[in-house]
C-alpha cells in the first residue's frame, strides 16, 4: 500500500540539543483527516515543520506518495501549509496573497488568474479580492489562508493551529467548514493543535504527543474507550486511574488486577498494573449487583449541567474520583452530600495499561 504520507522513525535534535521529537512513525492514508494533539511544546509545530520541509530532520525519513522526500525543499513537495497568524502580506490584495504560491512556483499568467479566480469564487471571496489583506475580519483573513493554501493544489495540506486566533463562535464555523470542505476535496489534512475537543471532533486519527514521543495513535473515539498509555489517561476525557497489582489473565483479553478498592477486571494483555476507568462509566447501582465491579464510597459533590450529573465521590482513603451519571435518574437528584453510594461499572468499559 502506497500512504499519502510516512514517516519513519523521524526524530528531530535542535542545534541547542533541545531534542523536540523522537522515533515518530505514522501512516496517512489519502483523504485521511489526521491531528497531533498534546500540551505546548510536545513537538507538534516541529514535527510539521518537518513534513513541510521547513525544518530539517536529524533522524529517519519522510515519505510522500512512495517517493523519499526526506531532503527535497518545501516547494517541490505537493504539501502546503497553514500558520496560526496566516502569514498573510498585509499591503497586498487578496488576490495577490493567493496567487501567491502559484507565483512562486512559476505558474503561468493565464492559469494563475483561472486558479485563483475558482478558488476565490469556493471561499466567498470575491467581493473582497482587490482589499488588501490586513482589512479585514479575523474570519475573512482565515479564508484566505485557505485558499491560499489550496490554490497550489496540494495532495497535503498542513494546517498548524490554524484556528488558534479566532473567538469561539467563529471557531465552531470554521471547524464545520473546515471539515465540509476536506470531504469535498478528499485531500489528506494534518491539523496541529493542543485543543482536546478539535482534534477529537475533526479528525478520523489523533496522535497524542508528550515530551516529543508518539503516546497513542486512535481514532478519537478510541483514545476515550481505550487510552493506551497513563499519559492519554490523564489528559484525554476524565478518567480515574486505579493502581494494583496484576492478577493475570482471565482469557479472552480480559486481565485482573488487585486494587485497594478490590479487584478491577478489564481488556489488557496481562501484566499491568493500572485499570482506567472513564468517568461516564460508572453507575450508581443497589448493593451486590451482579456482575460489575462495585465500589462503595460518600457523596462528596454534585453538580448538574444540563442532562449530565457531575459527582464527586469520596472513596475509603479520602479518594475523590469523578463520576458522570444522567442528571434525570431520580437517585442523582436525592442523594444528599455524605449519603453512602455504590458505584457499579462494567469491567467491559475498562481499559488495562502498564505504568
Ligand atoms: P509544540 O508545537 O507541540 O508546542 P514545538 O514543536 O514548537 O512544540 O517545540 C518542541 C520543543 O522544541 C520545545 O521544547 C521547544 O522549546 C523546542 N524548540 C522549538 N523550536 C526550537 C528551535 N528553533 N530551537 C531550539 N528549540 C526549539
Not at 158 to 178: H, S, T, V, Y
Not at 209 to 220: A, K, W
Not at 301 to 316: E, W
Request: overall charge negative; hydrophobic content about 40%.
Amino acid at each position: 500500500m502506497v500512504y499519502d504520507l510516512e514517516l519513519i522513525s523521524v526524530g528531530k535534535t535542535y542545534s541547542d540539543g533541545t531534542v523536540a521529537v523522537s522515533d515518530f512513525d505514522l501512516k496517512v492514508e489519502k483523504g485521511e483527516f489526521v491531528a497531533f494533539l498534546g500540551p505546548s511544546g510536545c513537538g507538534k509545530s516541529t514535527t510539521l515543520r518537518m513534513i513541510a520541509g521547513f525544518e530539517d530532520i536529524t533522524n529517519g525519513e519522510v515519505m510522500m506518495m512512495g517517493r523519499n522526500v526526506t531532503h527535497v525543499p518545501p516547494e517541490k513537495r505537493p504539501t502546503s501549509m497553514i500558520f496560526q497568524n496566516y502569514a498573510l502580506f498585509p499591503h497586498m490584495s487578496v488576490r495577490e496573497n493567493v496567487a501567491f504560491g502559484l507565483d512562486v512556483k512559476g505558474t503561468p499568467k493565464a492559469e494563475r488568474d483561472r486558479k485563483v479566480d475558482r478558488i476565490l469564487d469556493m471561499f466567498d471571496l470575491e467581493p473582497f479580492a482587490d482589499r488588501k489583506a490586513d482589512k479585514l475580519s479575523g474570519g475573512q483573513r482565515q479564508r484566505i489562508a485557505l485558499a491560499r493554501g489550496l490554490v497550489v493544489e496540494p495532495e497535503i495540506l498542513l494546517l498548524d493551529e490554524p484556528l488558534g486566533a479566532l473567538d469561539a463562535n467563529l471557531r465552531r464555523i470554521i471547524q464545520n467548514e473546515l471539515k465540509l470542505l476536506q470531504r469535498e476535496l478528499g485531500i489528506t489534512f494534518v491539523f496541529v493543535t493542543h485543543a482536546q475537543s478539535e482534534a477529537l471532533g475533526l479528525s478520523d486519527r489523533v496522535v497524542v504527543m508528550s515530551n516529543g514521543v508518539v503516546e497513542q495513535i486512535s481514532p478519537p473515539r478510541e483514545l476515550y474507550r481505550r487510552p493506551a498509555t497513563p499519559f492519554v489517561a490523564d489528559f484525554i476525557g476524565s478518567n480515574t486511574v486505579f493502581e494494583g497489582t496484576p492478577k493475570g489473565t482471565a482469557g479472552s483479553g480480559f486481565g485482573q488486577i488487585d486494587t485497594p478498592y478490590g479487584i478491577m477486571t478489564g481488556l489488557g494483555q496481562g501484566n499491568e498494573t493500572l485499570a482506567v476507568v472513564p468517568a461516564e462509566a460508572f453507575r450508581i447501582v443497589p448493593l451486590g449487583t451482579p456482575n460489575e465491579i462495585l465500589l462503595h464510597g460518600t457523596l462528596a459533590d454534585r453538580q448538574l449541567v444540563g442532562a449530565v450529573g457531575h459527582l464527586k465521590i469520596r472513596l475509603p482513603g479520602d479518594r475523590d474520583i469523578a463520576v458522570e451519571v444522567s442528571a434525570d435518574r431520580p437517585e442523582v437528584r436525592t442523594l444528599t452530600p455524605g449519603a453512602p453510594v455504590t458505584l457499579g461499572v462494567d469491567p467491559a468499559s475498562v481499559t488495562l495499561i502498564h505504568a
